[in-house]
């Protein structure tokens, strides 16, 4: 039986990926700032209390938790910093997002090259690494081709989407200094099963011909947090992956037209780079996911039997 630390253990995301290694009987542990509720939380998970950015508290997780496998989960979902012209919406301090998703990345692997039974750490990344996220420069985001992979160069602007890109590079270096084996999975971002009714599925978007420049926001693509529990399983299981490895992470797209058809409509401007495109899966391709990993979501709108 394999021992897996979950981070964040308390979130909801966390819930999912947590059930999903139990089923398949692995020893979890949940860390996090703050106690799940009992009556939510799974049976039988030892659950530790802890900060994120101290090292001790890390340290103490991953001793009790006698981890192989840290799924990395834990993060301040925005950027906390206040920008010109901007209301304050939140009371964090407005280091929080950067503090807490890079330094408590480099706690964490710190404290797991310490332990020499930790061989593998899956790190919950984000697209918005790519720069898709607050473009603070006011320009567009630029896209150099499509579909976007990997290897696409990251542009970010907004402290969530560099702290995304400090973690990823985090890990990078740990794996190279001391042999973890590393992987960040660039989630798009998460449709909910127990919201369903809030999202929408097989739209037609509407045409915007006068927009420069690449996707912000939004790609119209989407992540059920079932199938992000089946990616980050395989992670940890798989034993073929470079010591380093980035995925795109999604489940598939809203539209229900051609990826190329929308890429004309509403990326006007990107229509010659879309000449090649199939298929509806969207922008951001999660090809690499599946080749190497043997990923295949389950939860598609498009399928209506696997929504229930």
């Not at 890079?102 to 690494?129: E, I, P």
């Not at 495109?277 to 696997?306: H, V």
Request: glycine fraction near 6%; charge should be negative.
């Amino acid at each position: 039986m394999k021992s897996v630390l979950v981070t964040g253990g308390s979130g909801r995301l966390a819930r999912y990926v947590i059930e999903y290694l139990v089923e398949r009987d692995y020893r979890v542990t949940g860390f996090d700032c703050a106690a799940p509720n009992a009556a939510d939380y799974p049976k039988g998970v030892q659950f530790v209390k802890g900060d994120l950015t101290t090292l001790e508290d890390c340290m103490r997780a991953i001793s009790l938790s006698e981890a192989e496998a840290i799924i990395h989960l834990a993060a301040i979902p925005y950027d906390t910093e206040l920008h010109p012209g901007q209301s304050r919406i939140q009371k964090l301090p407005e280091d929080e997002c950067m503090k807490v998703n890079t330094m408590g990345t480099y706690y964490l692997m710190d404290a797991a090259r310490r332990f020499k039974h930790v061989k593998t750490v899956a790190f919950a990344s984000s697209y918005y690494a790519l720069g898709m996220g607050r473009r603070l420069s006011g320009t567009p985001f630029q896209v150099d081709y499509l579909p976007i992979d990997e290897d696409h160069p990251n542009r970010p602007e907004d402290s969530y989407a560099l702290s995304k890109v400090f973690g990823e590079e985090i890990l990078h270096a740990y794996s190279r200094a001391y042999g973890i084996r590393a992987v960040a999975f660039r989630l798009q971002g998460i449709d909910w099963p127990f919201r369903k009714d809030d999202y929408k599925y097989g739209i037609t978007l509407e045409a915007r011909p006068d927009h420069v420049g690449g996707p912000v926001g939004t790609t119209y693509q989407y992540v059920d947090p079932r199938d992000a529990a089946q990616a980050f399983t395989l992670a940890i299981e798989a034993e073929h992956l470079e010591m380093f490895e980035v995925f795109h992470l999604l489940t598939d797209s809203r539209h229900v037209e051609d990826t190329k058809d929308v890429v004309a409509k509403v990326w006007p401007d990107l229509v010659e780079m879309a000449t090649d495109l199939e298929g509806t899966e969207g922008l951001i391709t999660a090809q690499k996911l599946r080749n190497k990993l043997g990923y295949k979501p389950q939860f598609s709108w498009r399928n209506q039997s696997d929504q229930e």
